[in-house]
């Protein structure tokens, strides 16, 4: 079979899953020491494992969602290898949250059988999708921050952390890129396209604070040299968000930031009310039918 496109590719049935991993279908994790690393907490390992994959988990669902609704084809291409990407950092930091707290669960059981306070996402990742200027908006933001989150990473003390880190880094550079170019074309565009990119970035600038908040987990681990503090990651985030709006003749949005539920958000598993619906379209066939296999 030569491969020469992606049909014939696609009758290959030698390793299907690799299909849901992204790009580089080579096991980042292979020669790994898979161990939980001595003096950390297990549980703790799996909760900051289970807040960075549901990031992802809940932002590729969302950008399935724009199949066959992106401006040009190529878009939709972009868009749909993005959610791609993302969903195979989730599938590898859900399994390592199953080993690292001993119980053995799988990535299936993290994102089909739990419920929605269970889900430690920020809650920007789960805003309902909105227009393309949104979409933009979304993971300028959200690709900037996991990007200084993952560069850190790859120095963490878990061996395991840090190879889906370096992984992670290479696939985020270009999620930024993309989202940057879009946003300059769009802001620095037409008057139109300039007012709705900026009134895209308004919307989801109040979710932005929350990013930068660490929950107790993450404060434990990052003083243990496994996790990042996200707090320490601010200054780069704005640095990079400052030249991309400078360059799409935008202007960082004013605005204050979302309150808390019971001074907890996404971390603390209390999340806006589009959160249930998105899981309900996430978990159906699951739960339907648990056990079957496909």
């Given at each position: 079979?030569?491969?020469?496109?992606?049909?014939?590719?696609?009758?290959?049935?030698?390793?299907?899953?690799?299909?849901?991993?992204?790009?580089?279908?080579?096991?980042?994790?292979?020669?790994?020491?898979?161990?939980?690393?001595?003096?950390?907490?297990?549980?703790?390992?799996?909760?900051?494992?289970?807040?960075?994959?549901?990031?992802?988990?809940?932002?590729?669902?969302?950008?399935?969602?724009?199949?066959?609704?992106?401006?040009?084809?190529?878009?939709?291409?972009?868009?749909?290898?993005?959610?791609?990407?993302?969903?195979?950092?989730?599938?590898?930091?859900?399994?390592?949250?199953?080993?690292?707290?001993?119980?053995?669960?799988?990535?299936?059981?993290?994102?089909?059988?739990?419920?929605?306070?269970?889900?430690?996402?920020?809650?920007?990742?789960?805003?309902?999708?909105?227009?393309?200027?949104?979409?933009?908006?979304?993971?300028?933001?959200?690709?900037?921050?996991?990007?200084?989150?993952?560069?850190?990473?790859?120095?963490?003390?878990?061996?395991?952390?840090?190879?889906?880190?370096?992984?992670?880094?290479?696939?985020?550079?270009?999620?930024?890129?993309?989202?940057?170019?879009?946003?300059?074309?769009?802001?620095?565009?037409?008057?139109?396209s300039h007012d709705r990119m900026q009134e895209a970035?308004?919307?989801?600038?109040?979710?932005?604070?929350?990013?930068?908040?660490?929950?107790?987990?993450?404060?434990?681990?990052?003083?243990?040299?496994?996790?990042?503090?996200?707090?320490?990651?601010?200054?780069?985030?704005?640095?990079?968000?400052?030249?991309?709006?400078?360059?799409?003749?935008?202007?960082?949005?004013?605005?204050?930031?979302?309150?808390?539920?019971?001074?907890?958000?996404?971390?603390?598993?209390?999340?806006?009310?589009?959160?249930?619906?998105?899981?309900?379209?996430?978990?159906?066939?699951?739960?339907?039918?648990?056990?079957?296999?496909?």
């Amino acid at each position: 079979m030569s491969f020469d496109n992606a049909y014939e590719a696609l009758i290959d049935a030698h390793d299907d899953s690799r299909w849901a991993f992204g790009t580089g279908f080579e096991d980042p994790l292979a020669g790994i020491d898979t161990s939980v690393p001595s003096g950390v907490d297990g549980s703790d390992l799996a909760a900051y494992c289970l807040m960075l994959g549901d990031d992802v988990l809940v932002l590729s669902h969302r950008l399935q969602q724009w199949c066959t609704f992106a401006p040009e084809l190529e878009d939709e291409v972009a868009i749909a290898n993005i959610g791609l990407d993302l969903l195979g950092q989730a599938r590898l930091l859900l399994a390592r949250a199953g080993k690292a707290d001993g119980s053995g669960r799988g990535e299936d059981h993290y994102a089909f059988f739990r419920d929605e306070h269970e889900f430690r996402n920020v809650r920007l990742a789960e805003l309902e999708r909105g227009d393309f200027g949104l979409l933009i908006a979304v993971l300028l933001v959200l690709t900037t921050w996991r990007l200084a989150l993952f560069q850190r990473l790859t120095t963490s003390g878990d061996p395991v952390l840090a190879a889906i880190a370096v992984k992670g880094v290479k696939e985020l550079t270009y999620h930024r890129d993309y989202a940057a170019q879009w946003a300059v074309r769009l802001g620095d565009g037409t008057p139109y396209s300039h007012d709705r990119m900026q009134e895209a970035l308004t919307a989801v600038w109040p979710y932005v604070d929350e990013l930068f908040v660490a929950h107790e987990v993450e404060s434990r681990l990052a003083e243990a040299g496994i996790a990042v503090d996200p707090a320490a990651v601010r200054e780069e985030f704005d640095g990079v968000l400052e030249q991309v709006v400078q360059a799409a003749t935008l202007a960082i949005p004013e605005v204050p930031g979302k309150a808390g539920v019971a001074g907890g958000s996404g971390r603390h598993g209390r999340h806006t009310e589009v959160m249930g619906y998105l899981l309900a379209e996430l978990q159906s066939v699951a739960r339907a039918h648990p056990e079957a296999t496909w």
